[in-house]
């Protein structure tokens, strides 16, 4: 499983203005919406599903890294967005930290492995450390996605 397999480049948001957990969640599941992978009237149940999953604990891993999810009825396939915070981001992060690279990925209900195995993927990606610099000097979408590009072919190690 590749990042590009999953992450729409339409919703990459390479300068997330916003301060809140809340607003940077609505912000991607918008854009999510805005290029059509999810529809209008999924919106509202999708952020309220990941707000809740926040309130589990947060999805600030640290290291400046989030990657809020969950899993809902209306998508069929993996789907994620990407954003980047040049300001930062209070996420109530495990480390007390700002978060700066955002990762929302939203699974299908009936396939948990799918789940795991993207979030697993994102995981491996974010530990790098070469990634996330590059990830976070990215100025526009096509830097973002020509940088998946990359960490799907192992050229970053």
């Given amino acids: 499983m590749k990042l590009t397999d999953f992450v729409v480049s339409e919703a990459i948001i390479p300068e997330l203005n916003v301060t809140t957990k809340e607003e940077a969640i609505r912000t991607m599941v918008a854009s999510l ?3 059509g992978s999810i ?3 999924d919106e509202e149940g999708i952020v309220s599903a990941i707000l809740k999953r926040e309130e589990l604990g947060s999805t600030g891993i640290g290291n400046g890294v989030a990657v809020p999810h969950t899993k809902h009825s209306s998508v069929e396939n993996l789907t994620a967005a990407v954003a980047l915070s040049s300001d930062g981001v209070d996420f109530a992060s495990l480390d007390g930290e700002d978060v700066y690279i955002l990762f929302l990925l ?3 209900l009936d396939r948990p492995g799918d789940h795991l195995r993207g979030l697993e993927n ?3 990606h974010l530990r790098n ?3 996330c610099k590059f990830l976070r000097q990215s100025k526009n979408i096509e830097d973002i996605v020509e940088l998946l590009n990359e960490a799907d072919s192992n050229q970053l190690d």
Avoid: E
């Fill in 122 to 124: 994102i995981s491996r």
């Fill in 129 to 131: 450390q070469n990634f």
């Fill in 106 to 108: 939203i699974s299908p």
């Fill in 39 to 41: 529809s209008a009237d």
């Fill in 33 to 35: 919406k805005n290029a």
